[in-house]
Nanobody, 120 residues
Framework: QVQLVESGGGLVQPGGSLRLSCAASGFTFSSTAMNWYRQAPGKERELVAGIGSDGRNTNYADSVKGRFTISRDNAKNTAYLQMNSLNPEDTAVYYC?????????????WGQGTQVTVSS
């Protein structure tokens, strides 16, 4: 059974930092690209960052470039999102996401989300 479990969210002041973790199980993590999405109140879910299966290729939303860093540890089946210089616009529920192929079909898997609130 595929599971994605996020942790590390919380309340932080503007300018602060948080590190989110996504613990994965039930699939071959080292062969799977991983992504972080976020959804703010009243807004659509948006892609924040993605990382290839070997960790060499990454991509970021323009709004977080230079502030957020996505990484992974394939030995621990865990993906991370280091968030620095946080501002109130980063307030959202952050989700871990993986797209997996079973047979000829692709399936989307989401974690339960972790709340990040940036406020003074």
């Amino acid at each position: 059974q595929v599971q994605l479990v996020e942790s590390g969210g919380g309340l932080v002041q503007p300018g602060g930092s948080l590190r989110l973790s996504c613990a994965a199980s039930g699939f071959t993590f080292s062969s799977t690209a991983m992504n972080w999405y976020r959804q703010a109140p009243g807004k659509e879910r948006e892609l924040v960052a993605g990382i290839g299966s070997d960790g060499r290729n990454t991509n970021y939303a323009d709004s977080v470039k230079g502030r957020f860093t996505i990484s992974r540890d394939n030995a621990k089946n865990t993906a991370y999102l280091q968030m620095n210089s946080l501002n109130p616009e980063d307030t959202a529920v952050y989700y871990c996401y993986a797209r997996l192929k079973t047979g000829w079909r692709w399936y989307d898997y989401w974690g339960q989300g972790t709340q990040v609130t940036v406020s003074s």
